[in-house]
């Protein structure tokens, strides 16, 4: 993601919480940094592949790039760390097809 874009989504998600509440910007400015360093690992996947060659002496193998674990445990913190924003609820309108009055009025099994 470029900064520019994340310098919006953090605008985003802040119009989307209490930002009376520093704990909860706390959260945000956490996740944020999440997401510039997944970016930053996307970056040497990208430069690099998303495996490398190990050499150990006569030996050499292959291996998944460490920055792929990474992007993993960055994921699991901000799918964590998104459940425990408090967002503001935005109110649902609701859908004129799922009123009781739209309905049939059908009586029993019969």
């Known amino acids: 993601m470029e900064k ?3 310098d919006e989504l953090k605008q985003q998600l802040l119009s989307r ?22 970016a930053k690992c996307d970056e040497v996947i990208d430069r690099d592949g998303v495996s490398i060659v190990i050499k150990n002496g006569s030996q050499e193998f292959i ?13 699991a913190q901000k799918i ?3 459940k425990a924003i408090k967002f503001k609820e935005e109110p ?10 739209s309905k049939d009025k059908r009586g029993g099994l019969i």
């Open 63 to 75: 291996k998944s790039h460490p920055s792929m674990n990474e992007k993993m445990k960055i994921n």
């Open 17 to 38: 919480i209490d930002t009376d509440d520093l704990l909860e910007i706390k959260k945000i400015n956490d996740l944020i940094r999440l997401y510039e360093l997944d």
């Open 80 to 82: 964590a760390l998104e």
């Open 4 to 6: 520019t874009n994340l």
């Open 92 to 101: 649902v309108a609701p859908s004129s097809a799922s009123t009781v009055e």
